[in-house]
């Protein structure tokens, strides 16, 4: 199985839950919870909330 990230906290998802959004253009977006969906609709930059993981 492919291990997926999540597009806003890069936390892993389990295979069978979270969210998968794909956008006209093509680009694919993977969200492990409401919480970062909502995040990414109000505009928010994941190094500027706190509680995200920030990648090395």
Known sequence: ?????CSFCSKS???GTGKLYARKDGT???FC???CENNV???????RVKWARKEA
């Open 33 to 35: 919870s409401s919480k």
């Open 1 to 5: 199985m492919e291990e997926r990230k």
């Open 13 to 15: 998802i389990e295979s």
């Open 41 to 47: 609709k109000l505009g928010r930059v994941t190094r």
């Open 28 to 30: 694919i977006y993977y």
